[in-house]
């Protein structure tokens, strides 16, 4: 499961000029290195940005406010009062999601508030008192963690739950920022509910196609009539920037024998290369997850 921050495609497209964007020499290597410095990230901020699916468990303190993991979409809230055998759902008139104490961020969900207007009272106590099932990741954003690829499924029937190929009308158009190639290997795509990973694209005339793994991140295979609109998922650009330098800087260590300099005759210096990249780390700061308590 890569949910890969940055694609091969973005990776290739700032790499050294002797790696055209059409060589496939080290495809495979920068998909590697993109998922390794993907998952580092999470790690180092101890927070994920890829969108998953999922039900996750919380225990209430009798009080009013109800701190959560980060989470973009809501399907449902319910609670339990005898330890998380039988539980009810909530009416979303319940409850305020909220990111810390703002009403209006549009960044992921960190907290949920008890609604005075409801009928709720407060988060009860007890072990799994919470259920909450939603799409989990952080997000600057909550409107934009999908982005619309303007492109369409181009089947004339629609694909089914088994078709592993996904036809399209322009993979290596222009999205609507202008950017190329819309489609890459390596991303994540979302038709109605589903979620699909992109292991491969063919741009070949008549062709236009990706081949995709479906129900992935939580989701379930379905089938998605023709011209259904495709999305995107999209990273927040900080994170994408930190694993695109992070993932160059590797790259061209490995070059080199992973030593720890190189020369650089032309300009009568040497270059000594850092573990990670100080604008790299500057990037993923203000995504780090603080600590309380």
């Known amino acids: 499961m890569p949910n890969l921050y940055a694609t091969e495609d973005e990776l290739k497209a700032v790499a050294p000029d002797a790696i055209r964007s059409t060589s496939t020499q080290y495809d495979s290597l920068f998909v590697s290195l993109a998922e390794r410095l993907s998952r580092w990230i999470d790690n180092y901020t101890q927070r994920e940005f890829y969108p998953y699916l999922g039900t996750r468990y919380f225990e209430g303190d009798a009080e009013d406010e109800l701190w959560i993991d980060d989470l973009v979409e809501i399907t449902s809230v319910s609670i339990s009062t005898d330890g998380g055998t039988t539980y009810t759902e909530l009416e979303d008139t319940d409850y305020i999601p909220m990111h810390g104490d703002d009403y209006n961020s549009l960044k992921s969900y960190t907290v949920l508030k008890v609604d005075i207007n409801g009928t709720l009272g407060s988060w009860p106590k007890g072990q799994k008192s919470v259920r909450v099932i939603g799409t989990w990741c952080f997000t600057d954003n909550r409107a934009l963690f999908f982005e619309d690829t303007i492109d369409a499924v181009n089947h004339a029937t629609g694909i089914n739950v088994t078709d592993t190929t996904l036809k399209l009308n322009d993979v290596d158009g222009a999205d609507k920022w202008g950017r190329t190639p819309r489609i890459s290997s390596g991303q994540i795509l979302r038709i109605e509910a589903e979620q699909m990973e992109v292991t491969a694209t063919d741009?070949?005339?008549?062709?236009?196609?990706?081949?995709?793994?479906?129900?992935?991140?939580?989701?379930?295979?379905?089938?998605?009539?023709?011209?259904?609109?495709?999305?995107?998922?999209?990273?927040?650009?900080?994170?994408?920037?930190?694993c695109i330098i992070q993932a160059i800087k590797q790259f061209k260590r490995g070059q080199v024998g992973f030593g720890d300099a190189e020369a650089l005759p032309d300009l009568g210096r040497i270059l000594h290369i850092k573990t990670i990249d100080p604008e790299a780390l500057a990037l993923l700061a203000p995504y780090a997850k603080l600590e309380y308590g």
């Open 203 to 242: 741009v070949a005339t008549g062709t236009q196609t990706a081949t995709v793994v479906r129900g992935v991140n939580g989701t379930t295979a379905a089938a998605h009539a023709d011209t259904k609109q495709v999305d995107k998922f999209m990273p927040p650009e900080p994170l994408k920037q930190a």
